[in-house]
């Protein structure tokens, strides 16, 4: 069935090409030596660019193609994304970890296409009429945590967090009644809470009970939930104590990186020694010289940040971090323009992980988040991640596209 | 109800306070904190430092050294601070022993290991070092470092040797603390115990300002000291070692090994020719090199595990051991007359002595060695079951023993004579021929010792084993043995060590040149036919008793002759040794 493409939203289109642009020369400094005075670059960038290709395919694919072949392969897609993240634990180790599938030259990356294919079963989850609120909740927490699972086993712990922000962001989007989303929160801060002290928690307990209160819940939700949340706080340090001290810091190891200095932490020293003599103007293209510290092989792909940071500045990053808002805030308002449920769900969810990778992976640069792994969106090196953000990009265009088409 | 999911609204404005969290830290870092960074950036303050561990050295039952360490100054280069690659490469080819195109291929390998020192030059001598010092002011890329290299006190095969880790190696054990400069077991022992040697890296980062005080970027300890690798004792006793090389007779090819019964243990292990392996840890030069692999004698063949020959008549004794198992014969039993031969078939077979043995028992037989005995006994054997039951008698699998590139021995089966020989062949001759070891089968010289070892060790087989303990941190941690008992009942076990009394101690045995005064030697001779030369490989095999089971051994020599004449006498030479030593 031809479509029109004559609403389409060009402003979002271009960004991303800028975006697009713009790593494929990070890129190309980022894997550029110098001995004496000749310069060596590895080719990641011309890999870049055929994915950058096949991307821009998967675009216009995607802009074609009606929606309904799409739905069709959301549950099958999303069986295929769980079969894939248990085969890969199967397989031999790549860098340390069980993330990657080889296949010939490529590493498939199988949390990546199941972010997607997650996010998108759940947007069909939620979007369906007649659904009970905890039928809802409970389904959407079923359908998330089994490839969380999975990807903490990897162990992945940055990836497996986005899934977290895409269920929490749907949720969030939907109408559903803002004290569910406060109870499903509840226990977290509970459990952070039962590390500083009591009285912070009672507290926190205080607000939770008087929030719930507000929305007019029945007593006996309210009375459980703050039972629960109770619960939570005392059980945590037993569980806690009973963990031996290895294990103990194996797990603060695991939420906080740094804690190695040898490993995570030496990385976020050099990245942030990179930005930060990058000064106001920065060194200039190519110039960097921290770029090539032994922190590597994570140059071209995790912290590639650091590298624009080093060579182009203050001013680079903020002209970098102004076509990334912009791009962000161009969904957005796609967001607020469309009117179907599924649409808006889908959308919602695309903007989600992307604000969160974007943010995660530029704070982690900045040293001011742990290291978790997450690359920055269009920008670092990556044919899985860049395939499924550009197709969840060319999903948002086709929404809004379509959408002016029946209007 | 209708759901407008109207929430959307708030997204700009989270996204608006993210990018502003992140504008802050941005400008905090490379505004306000910007010029700080720049120095440290500048002087490259901040430097993770590998602390090698110290490599485990290996020494004798004794105490007394085989591999050590010992200092040697290296030449490293670190790609990221060369000025002029050109010069800097002509430089070193032109007062190192290293040519231009090698250095230039190192170089684009590490291309992108900028600031990482590389090395370039093992082992400098002296001389060489002060006549270029003066010069390295000028390559500031260039740095000398003092470490240490292996080096072997005698040649011999077991201890193997280290070398540079090649990229196979490194791609692989990165993650375990290699480095592209690391020293890694490459052969026998050395590579056998490589994880308990090698010890684990330490780490420093090194954060100091110009004036020479911490920087203080990181809270944790930044020291993680290095753990040495473990000492490796064996139970190779080098007096032994050294008078065995000694009395070796001059070229001639073959393996002498010995095992003490008590443990497993082995006490002596010579191969010869053989070869030193500090040539290959200090770097070997192209000629030595040529050399070695070319050798017609081929010094670089282990021949205690990795030379098989066919066992000879020291095989006789597995077919005896065999023949009473199966009830075909009892220790009276007779068989065919030996007029210096028999006929089989259309065949007349010869015994090795062409006047006859007349008809023997099978305690004479082996005494004496008599051939037609065996030949006899062969026709009531299965093939397959003279095979299952070498196997059963570890003939033919690898002894296990702790080294690298042992290989196994060879018994024929059916299927391999039809794919050899063709469809029709008829087996009862080459059967003939295995049964007094001859032929087809093939054995290591250390599987033969192990088996005469537990013929003497009544039927306790020993697995094989250099190492005798390893000292970690002031630990010691014996070795464990692990033994096998083989399928010899004891009554037949009892004949097996009358017959291999009666051929080194009474007249006329075949071994008596081995005979000794206050240590009683059993053994065994064999000649073994082979296609490398028309006199026959020299075998004698054994083990000595000094109250209770003492020592295993075998006496191995390539094309030498007669096992009795030229390997008997060399087995009671070593013995007597060793008595006066131990």
Not at chain 1, 344 to 351: D, F, Q, R, S, Y
Not at chain 2, 176 to 205: A, F, P
Not at chain 2, 319 to 338: E, F, P, Q, S, V
């Amino acid at each position: 069935m031809p479509r029109s493409l004559r609403d389409i939203d060009w402003t979002m289109l271009a960004l991303l090409l800028f975006l697009l642009v713009a790593g494929v020369f990070t890129i190309y400094s980022a894997s550029t030596t110098k001995i004496g005075n000749d310069y060596i670059t590895e080719d990641f960038y011309l890999r870049q660019l055929i994915w950058i290709g096949i991307g821009l395919i998967l675009v216009y694919l995607t802009l074609r193609i009606s929606y309904s072949f799409f739905e069709f392969f959301i549950l099958p897609g999303y069986l295929v994304s769980i079969l894939l993240l248990v085969l890969v634990l199967f397989l031999p180790e790549i860098k340390g970890s069980h993330r990657w599938i080889a296949l010939g030259p490529f590493n498939l990356q199988p949390s990546e296409l199941a972010k997607i294919t997650t996010m998108l079963l759940l947007s069909k989850i939620i979007s369906k009429p007649n659904t009970g609120d905890w039928e809802l909740l409970f389904k959407s927490f079923f359908v998330t945590i089994i490839p969380v699972v999975l990807i903490m086993l990897e162990p992945d712990l940055g990836t497996s967090l986005t899934f977290w922000v895409i269920l929490f962001s749907l949720l969030a989007i939907s109408d559903l009644p803002i004290y569910f989303l406060i109870l499903i929160l509840s226990p977290i801060l509970s459990v952070v809470t039962s590390f500083f002290s009591i009285f912070l928690f009672i507290f926190f307990l205080i607000i939770l009970i008087y929030i719930l209160y507000r929305t007019r819940l029945s007593l006996i939700i309210i009375g459980l939930g703050a039972f629960f949340n109770i619960i939570i706080f005392f059980i945590t340090p037993l569980i806690w104590n009973a963990l031996r001290g290895y294990q103990q810091n194996r797990i603060l190891s695991f939420i906080d990186p740094t804690r190695d200095p040898f490993g995570a932490g030496y990385q976020i020293i050099q990245s942030r020694i990179a930005i930060g003599s990058g000064g106001f103007t920065g060194k200039g293209f190519l110039l960097g010289t921290q770029k090539n510290l032994n922190f590597l092989p994570e140059h071209h792909t995790d912290f590639i940040f650091s590298v624009i940071g080093e060579e182009l500045g203050f001013l680079g990053c903020v002209v970098l971090l102004l076509l990334l808002f912009f791009f962000l805030y161009r969904i957005a308002c796609n967001l607020e323009k469309l009117k179907r449920k599924e649409t808006k769900l889908i959308t919602a969810g695309v903007l989600a992980f992307l604000t969160f990778q974007i943010f995660v992976n530029i704070a982690i640069n900045l040293g001011i988040m742990p290291t978790t792994g997450i690359p920055l969106p269009f920008i670092s090196y990556g044919g899985s991640s860049l395939l499924i953000n550009m197709f969840a990009v060319g999903l948002v265009l086709k929404f809004v596209n379509e959408q002016s088409i029946f209007k | 109800m209708f759901k407008k999911y109207s929430r959307s609204r708030y997204s700009i404005g989270i996204i608006s306070i993210l990018f502003f969290i992140l504008t802050i830290a941005i400008f905090n870092l490379q505004i306000i904190a910007g010029e700080k960074y720049s120095r440290i950036a500048e002087k490259n303050y901040v430097r993770l430092k590998t602390i090698t561990p110290i490599r485990g050295e290996i020494y004798d039952n004794k105490y007394r050294p085989i591999a050590v360490n010992e200092p040697a100054i290296n030449l490293y280069v670190e790609l990221g601070k060369i000025i002029d690659k050109d010069r800097l490469i002509l430089f070193i080819s032109e007062n190192f022993e290293i040519t231009a195109e090698k250095i230039e291929a190192l170089i684009h390998k590490n291309r992108f290991r900028l600031y990482q020192d590389l090395l370039l030059v093992q082992n400098i001598p002296y001389d060489q070092l002060v006549r270029v010092a003066e010069h390295m002011n000028h390559f500031p890329s260039l740095t000398l470092k003092t470490e240490n290299i292996r080096q072997y006190l005698y040649n011999n095969h077991f201890t193997g040797y280290v070398g540079r880790i090649n990229d196979k190696e490194h791609e692989k054990l990165q993650d375990q603390g290699y480095s592209i400069n690391s020293m890694i077991g490459k052969t026998g022992l050395e590579k056998y115990y490589e994880s308990q040697l090698k010890g684990k890296n330490g780490l420093e980062i090194l954060q100091v300002d110009a004036s020479g005080r911490s920087l203080e970027l990181f809270k944790e300890s930044v020291v993680k000291n290095p753990v040495n690798g473990s000492t490796l004792i064996l139970a190779i006793d080098n007096e032994l070692q050294a008078y065995i090389n000694r009395i070796f007779p001059e070229n001639r090819n073959g393996a002498i090994v010995f095992q003490d019964l008590k443990t497993g243990g082995i006490l002596a292990y010579v191969s010869r020719p053989d070869f030193d392996p500090t040539l290959f840890a200090q770097g070997i030069s192209a000629t030595d090199w040529d050399k070695l692999i070319n050798d017609p004698n081929k010094a670089m063949l282990d021949r205690v595990i990795q030379g098989t020959y066919p066992p000879a008549s020291t095989y006789k004794l597995l077919i005896a051991a065999l023949g009473l198992t199966d009830n075909l014969i009892d220790k009276k039993t007779k068989l065919t007359y030996c007029d210096g031969g028999m006929n089989i078939g259309n065949r007349y077979f010869k015994c090795w002595i062409k006047k006859g043995h007349g008809k023997l028992s099978v305690v004479d037989a082996i005494k004496y060695s008599c051939d037609v005995f065996f030949y006899d006994l062969s026709t009531r054997i299965s093939l397959e079951r003279m095979g299952e039951f070498t196997r059963q008698n570890l003939l033919l699998d690898k002894t296990g023993i702790d080294l690298i590139g042992e290989r196994k021995g060879f018994f024929p089966d059916l299927k391999w004579y039809k794919d050899n020989y063709g469809k029709y062949v008829g087996i009862i001759g080459p059967k003939v021929n295995l049964s007094i070891g001859q032929g087809e089968i093939l054995t290591t010289p250390l599987q033969i010792c192990c088996f005469f070892g537990a013929l003497g060790n009544d039927g306790v087989w020993t697995r094989p084993h250099l190492l005798a303990k390893t000292i970690k941190d002031k630990e010691t941690i014996e070795f464990q043995p692990t033994t096998m008992r083989l399928p010899i009942a004891e009554d037949i076990l009892a004949l097996m060590q009358e017959s291999l009394y009666k051929a080194v101690n009474e007249s006329y045995g075949t071994g008596t040149a081995s005979k000794l005064n206050n240590v009683t030697v059993y053994g065994k001779t064999g000649s073994a036919e082979n296609h490398m030369g028309k006199i026959t490989h020299a075998w004698f095999a054994g083990y000595t008793v000094r109250d209770e089971p003492d020592l295993a051994f075998t006496i191995f020599l390539e094309n030498a002759g007669h096992g009795g004449s030229v390997a008997a006498p060399l087995a009671g030479k070593i013995i007597k040794y060793y008595n006066k030593i131990r």
